[in-house]
T-cell receptor, first 110, second 119 residues
Framework: SQELEQSPQSLIVQEGKNLTINCTSS?????LYWYKQKYGEGLIFLMM?????EEKSHEKITAKLDEKKQQSSLHITASQPSHAGIYLCGAPNAGNMLTFGGGTRLMVKP | DGGITQSPKYLFRKEGQNVTLSCEQN?????MYWYRQDPGQGLRLIYY???????QKGDIAEGYSVSREKKESFPLTVTSAQKNPTAFYLC??????????????????FGAGTRLSVL
C-alpha cells in the first residue's frame, strides 16, 4: 500500500520567515491534496495538484508537484501566526481513495 | 450554511458498550467517509460509501459498523469489539467523480470531528 512521509514532523518558525514542508510518496503520485487542520478540529482543503510540474498558489501558500521524485512541497512565504496548525498531504490511489501523511505541526512565534 | 455536521463533539464509552457517532451533510454529495486519527498520526480510512444503501470497508474496519439509509447521513457505530477506540473521528464527503480515475478531482470536505474516549 502507498505510504506518505511528511517532513519535518514539526516546525517552529519566527513570524515573517519562509518555510517548506515536504510530502514524499512510496509509490507513483497521481495527484496530491494539501489540507490544514487546527488542533482538535476538522481538515480544511487548501489545494489539489493533478499533474507533474503543476504549481498552485493561494495567498501566501504555494504547492508544487514533482511526479518524478514522487514528492510535493508546500511553501509558506512570510509566515504569520494564522498559518499555525497541522498540514497534511493526501494522495489518491487507483480507486481515488486518499492515503494521508502523518502531518507536519507548524508553530509560528510572534 | 452548507457543510458537514458531526455530533457529539466529545463522547465517552464504557467497556462493552456500543456508541454511535453522527455525520450529516447538506452538500448533496454522493460519497461519504469515516476516518480515524490517532495522536501524532495521519488519517486512516474506516469505511466509505459512494451511494445510498452501499458502503465499503476501508483499511481499519474491524470493530466498526456503518449504515447509509439516506444520502445526507452516514452514522458510524463503534462496537464493543473495537478494543482501542480512543481516537479522534472525522467524517468527510465529496462529489465522487464518475470517471477519470485517481487524477479526477475528488476534494473531500470534513466535519469538525468527534473525540471518543474510554471510561
Amino acid at each position: 500500500s502507498q505510504e506518505l512521509e511528511q517532513s519535518p514532523q514539526s516546525l517552529i518558525v519566527q513570524e515573517g520567515k519562509n518555510l517548506t514542508i515536504n510530502c514524499t510518496s512510496s509509490k507513483t503520485l497521481y495527484g496530491l491534496y494539501w489540507y490544514k487542520q487546527k488542533y482538535g478540529e476538522g481538515l480544511i482543503f487548501l489545494m489539489m495538484l493533478q499533474k507533474g510540474g503543476e504549481e498552485k498558489s493561494h495567498e501566501k501558500i504555494t504547492a508544487k508537484l514533482d511526479e518524478k521524485k514522487q514528492q510535493s512541497s508546500l511553501h509558506i512565504t512570510a509566515s504569520q501566526p494564522s498559518h499555525a496548525g497541522i498540514y497534511l498531504c493526501g494522495a489518491p490511489n487507483a480507486g481515488n481513495m486518499l492515503t494521508f501523511g502523518g502531518g507536519t505541526r507548524l508553530m509560528v512565534k510572534p | 450554511d452548507g457543510g458537514i455536521t458531526q455530533s457529539p463533539k466529545y463522547l465517552f464509552r464504557k467497556e462493552g458498550q456500543n456508541v454511535t457517532l453522527s455525520c450529516e451533510q447538506n452538500l448533496n454529495h454522493d460519497a461519504m467517509y469515516w476516518y480515524r486519527q490517532d495522536p501524532g498520526q495521519g488519517l486512516r480510512l474506516i469505511y466509505y460509501s459512494q451511494i445510498v444503501n452501499d458502503f465499503q470497508k476501508g483499511d481499519i474496519a474491524e470493530g466498526y459498523s456503518v449504515s447509509r439509509e439516506k444520502k445526507e447521513s452516514f452514522p458510524l457505530t463503534v462496537t464493543s469489539a473495537q478494543k482501542n477506540p480512543t481516537a479522534f473521528y472525522l467524517c468527510a464527503s465529496s462529489i465522487f467523480p464518475a470517471a477519470g480515475g485517481p487524477r479526477a478531482k475528488n476534494i473531500q470536505y470534513f466535519g469538525a470531528g468527534t473525540r471518543l474516549s474510554v471510561l
